[in-house]
T-cell receptor, first 114, second 117 residues
Framework: AQTVTQSQPEMSVQEAETVTLSCTYD???????LFWYKQPPSRQMILVIR??????QNATENRFSVNFQKAAKSFSLKISDSQLGDAAMYFCASAPNSGYALNFGKGTSLLVTP | GAGVSQSPRYKVAKRGQDVALRCDPI?????LFWYQQALGQGPEFLTY????????KSGLPSDRFFAERPEGSVSTLKIQRTQQEDSAVYLC???????????????FGDGTRLSIL
């Protein structure tokens, strides 16, 4: 079984600043994937970034990067140069390589202020 | 279409009524998933299809929930004798390949918001 914990219900960042969203997970799987999804008020869940657990190098997608600490089972998301359009709910999720269901955390609501 | 399409976008039903929610996945996508998202929570897995085969229905909360994908494309999630606790957003997602490989991202629809009165 996999569980995902997001301890920050809400976060706030000023435009152009950097913010880090926290995520910890627990799994008995040896091979798994970790994800960050963004859900704007329109509800469509959008994949932000993906990390394969066997890769030590942290994934990066433009302004979004992760800090993957496998031993600590931590997977935080860093958003650089925050933009107003980044405001949304952010969900951390995990999935075993042998399975398919995504296991989501409860989410962090990110507010971006001008 | 270009993305995953779900209908209706909103559904209001009286307790005890049956409802049917539709999902049109991205054309050619083998895998299809249903998730339930309660207010203020993350989505929770309900069921998974690979083409027309329902390979995992472990997340369905009760036998009142039934899903099908008879021709391996469009899927319907049916809820019989609805209860107030069924109120949630129901999300559908599809991915290109067989679901055993999580390196293939899931593409989500906008969801159906179901309200049971």
């Amino acid at each position: 079984a996999q569980t995902v914990t997001q301890s920050q219900p809400e976060m706030s960042v000023q435009e152009a600043e950097t913010v880090t969203l926290s995520c910890t997970y627990d799994t008995s799987e040896s091979d798994y994937y970790l994800f960050w999804y963004k859900q704007p008020p329109s509800r469509q869940m959008i994949l932000v970034i993906r990390q394969e657990a066997y890769k030590q190098q942290n994934a990066t997608e433009n302004r979004f990067s992760v800090n993957f600490q496998k031993a600590a089972k931590s997977f935080s998301l860093k958003i650089s140069d925050s933009q107003l359009g980044d405001a949304a709910m952010y969900f951390c999720a995990s999935a075993p390589n042998s399975g398919y269901a995504l296991n989501f955390g409860k989410g962090t609501s990110l507010l971006v202020t001008p | 279409g270009a993305g995953v399409s779900q209908s209706p976008r909103y559904k209001v039903a009286k307790r005890g009524q049956d409802v049917a929610l539709r999902c049109d996945p991205i054309s050619g996508h083998v895998s299809l998933f249903w998730y339930q998202q309660a207010l203020g929570q993350g989505p929770e897995f309900l069921t998974y299809f690979q083409n027309e085969a329902q390979l995992d229905k472990s997340g369905l909360p009760s036998d009142r929930f039934f899903a099908e994908r008879p021709e391996g494309s469009v899927s319907t999630l049916k809820i019989q004798r609805t209860q107030q606790e069924d109120s949630a957003v129901y999300l559908c997602a599809s991915s290109l390949g067989p679901g055993a490989h999580s390196n293939q991202p899931q593409h989500f629809g906008d969801g159906t918001r179901l309200s049971i009165l």
